[in-house]
């Protein structure tokens, strides 16, 4: 893969579970110095297109390439080693009583548990490093289910990092949070896109106060369709905002952070 281009790319991407389209004719490409998020209501198909992302759902139609290789021509096993994928479903499969830098480890191979792999010092002294990287230096030691939800949260940002991978997903992350552990998560996420070294993101949200500051790209997503997308001065605004959610919304922009309400 080249710096221009695309990590990912969709063309005419569609896919139809038990008869029923949940994505239609998405097209979409993510570049290197992207990040971006992805809007819309819920049932909108946005976790289905970010399963495709991760190359965990084969679509029905269209195409996808990932990492200059084309998905359904390559075995995916090598290429999904470098998306870093965070979701609510992976936080479920972690056993509680695993410590913070047993899980960010595990994330060198993908996996739920230390002793399905050999790791070595060099991999102990990373997962440390990515923990203070997010915030949580110190935390190594402490277990997953004495964290508090924004934590967690950022334990599981840290464990994507783990395997230096060319693309980052995360499924509302902030979905849960209280208001503290919501700024955490976004302070965090923007000091990782500050870095120069640091992957492009996706970042899944039905809220726009959830948008981190140094996102530079938007795509909206309902009913399975595109709504919009480009870069996020350019398509968050009211009037995309009230065609995406069937109501009349305003949106405003202050430090950096978006706001959205009814009008």
Same mark, same amino acid.
């Given at each position: 893969?080249?710096?221009?281009?695309?990590?990912?790319?969709? %063309?005419?991407?569609?896919?139809?579970?038990?008869?029923?389209?949940?994505?239609? %004719?998405?097209?979409?490409?993510?570049?290197?110095?992207?990040?971006?998020?992805?809007?819309?209501?819920?049932?909108?198909?946005?976790?289905?297109?970010?399963?495709?992302?991760?190359?965990?759902?084969?679509?029905?139609?269209?195409?996808?390439?990932?990492?200059?290789?084309?998905?359904?021509?390559?075995?995916?096993?090598?290429?999904?080693?470098?998306?870093?994928?965070?979701?609510?479903?992976?936080?479920?499969?972690?056993?509680?009583?695993?410590?913070?830098?047993?899980?960010?480890?595990?994330?060198?191979?993908?996996?739920?548990?230390?002793?399905?792999?050999?790791?070595?010092?060099?991999?102990?002294?990373?997962?440390?490093?990515?923990?203070?990287?997010?915030?949580?230096?110190?935390?190594?030691?402490?277990?997953?289910?004495?964290?508090?939800?924004?934590?967690?949260?950022?334990?599981?940002?840290?464990?994507?990092?783990?395997?230096?991978? %060319?693309?980052?997903?995360?499924?509302?992350?902030?979905?849960?949070?209280?208001?503290?552990?919501?700024?955490?998560?976004?302070?965090?996420?923007?000091?990782?896109?500050?870095?120069?070294?640091?992957?492009?993101?996706?970042?899944?949200?039905?809220?726009?106060?959830?948008?981190?500051?140094?996102?530079?790209?938007?795509?909206?997503?309902?009913?399975?369709?595109?709504?919009?997308?480009?870069?996020?001065?350019?398509?968050?605004?009211?009037?995309?905002?009230?065609?995406?959610?069937?109501?009349?919304?305003?949106?405003?922009?202050?430090?950096?952070?978006?706001?959205?309400?009814?009008?």
């Amino acid at each position: 893969m080249t710096e221009t281009n695309p990590v990912l790319e969709m %063309d005419g991407v569609g896919v139809t579970v038990d008869g029923r389209p949940i994505l239609a %004719d998405m097209t979409w490409a993510v570049a290197p110095g992207q990040h971006w998020v992805v809007v819309g209501p819920n049932g909108g198909g946005k976790s289905t297109l970010l399963r495709v992302a991760a190359l965990l759902l084969h679509p029905t139609t269209g195409t996808v390439r990932a990492l200059d290789h084309e998905l359904g021509k390559v075995d995916v096993r090598p290429l999904k080693g470098r998306i870093g994928l965070s979701s609510a479903e992976l936080a479920d499969r972690l056993r509680p009583e695993l410590q913070a830098e047993s899980i960010v480890r595990c994330g060198r191979f993908g996996a739920l548990e230390p002793w399905w792999h050999h790791y070595e010092q060099a991999d102990h002294a990373r997962a440390e490093g990515l923990l203070a990287q997010v915030g949580l230096a110190g935390y190594g030691r402490r277990r997953f289910a004495t964290l508090s939800s924004g934590e967690r949260q950022r334990v599981l940002l840290a464990r994507t990092l783990m395997p230096e991978p %060319d693309l980052i997903l995360l499924d509302e992350p902030t979905a849960g949070l209280d208001f503290g552990g919501r700024e955490e998560l976004l302070g965090a996420l923007d000091a990782l896109a500050a870095r120069s070294d640091s992957p492009p993101t996706v970042t899944v949200t039905h809220r726009v106060e959830d948008i981190a500051k140094t996102t530079t790209h938007l795509l909206a997503v309902a009913d399975g369709k595109t709504v919009a997308t480009g870069p996020i001065g350019a398509t968050l605004t009211g009037a995309m905002m009230s065609r995406l959610f069937g109501l009349r919304v305003e949106v405003g922009r202050s430090g950096g952070r978006w706001t959205a309400r009814t009008v």
